[in-house]
């Protein structure tokens, strides 16, 4: 390429690529131009001048004769659109000509970034039908609704969010808060695709272990809420939460071979152990989603629910708010109590410190495990606490004796382990 490059002169490969952009949006619109007289007036050979018109009158001209071309093209498809628009209201050929002449003058400074926006344009064009079908007969009110409050949340009101700590002990910090709250969104919404896609049986379990590695302990809010919603897809939202607790233990295990290997391996088999649990209470609710059909519900309904993402930043910041003060009135008088504060908000900060302090030869290996482990409890009560408030008592009922499970796994290959060791 670069040899094809120093015989051709640029100008005349950016004249190719301004050509290439016309004759390829050109022939998307060609195949839907129609036939006799109610055809739409622009095609393959338009839209390829067009594409060229605006190469040319930049080389001549540069932008300001791009300016002048672009107004006389969208003036004459102006008029070819008064003159037919009874037969055809749409404007798509009409702003795609005009999206053309300025792709065309695009390419001679920016040819690689014209053609890319020009291939993107056709697949726009191409895919009309299945986008209206998309917007029409597959999306829901709601579902439209919801995208647009997310739209909202992201990009209107997070940068307005001071990113400041400030409250009791400085503890709270609204834009990290409120990150919280379109975390909890998107899981929501990621689970509320995977159901629409593959069903309450299987989606919701998938959607869980997934989300786990996100946040295992907003995935288990959010499943309580299915839950609540529908009672008959409690089977599958346990499964899904109890499943992201598998999703945890994995990125525990990748987290600490990244930062340390001696302690990944004086907490292997308690993590394996915990993973194995969590993998077999989690395939039992599984297995009996698969099995009972009743778990299928029409999902499409709403694809977050705002009072579980505002329920579940509130509890996690008065969670913040209680280790923050805890560390202020007691301090940080050994790496036990700092894991333990910090286990209640999240587990993995956690154990990457203590693995860090043992890479800085600050403590042993085998040392590491306990302020690991106690963390990884604490992290359990704050899930418990989500449970019972974000799932009710059905669901926290069929929960918790599965997180118990795991970190009760956890201790016992802890114990098993130093049994060895003797």
Partial sequence: MRELTSILDPV?????????????????????????????????????????????????????????????????????????????????????LSATTLLGGLAMTQPGLAAGIAVTVTILLSSRLALHRFVRSVLSEDEVRDGLIFAAATLIVLPLMPDQAMGPFSALNPHSIWIIVILVMAIGAFGHIAVRLLGARFGLPIAGLAAGFISSTATIGVMGA????????????????????????????????????????ALLVPLACAGVAAVAYGSVFTIRALRDSSGEVDERGQAFSLKTAFLFAAMLSGVLLASTALNEWFGAKGVVVAATVAGFVDIHSAAISVATLVGAGKMTATDAALPVLIALSTNTITKVVVCIFAGGAGFALRVIPGLVLVICAAWGGTVFTRVLSF
């Fill in 12 to 96: 005349i490969l950016s004249l190719a690529v301004a050509l290439g952009i016309g004759l390829l949006i050109g022939t998307e619109r060609e195949r839907r131009k129609g036939e006799g007289p109610d055809r739409s007036p622009a095609g393959l050979r338009t839209f390829a001048l067009a594409s060229i018109t605006g190469a040319s009158s930049f080389i001549v001209g540069g932008i300001s004769l791009l300016a002048v071309t672009i107004g006389g093209i969208f003036a004459l498809t102006a008029l070819a659109y008064w003159r037919g628009h009874e037969d055809d209201p749409g404007l798509t050929t009409e702003i795609a």
């Fill in 226 to 265: 299915k839950g609540v919603k529908a009672p008959n897809l409690l089977g599958p939202a346990t499964a899904g939460a109890v499943l992201s607790t598998v999703a945890t233990v994995i990125q525990l295990i990748l987290l600490l071979a990244a930062t340390n290997i001696a302690t990944l391996k």
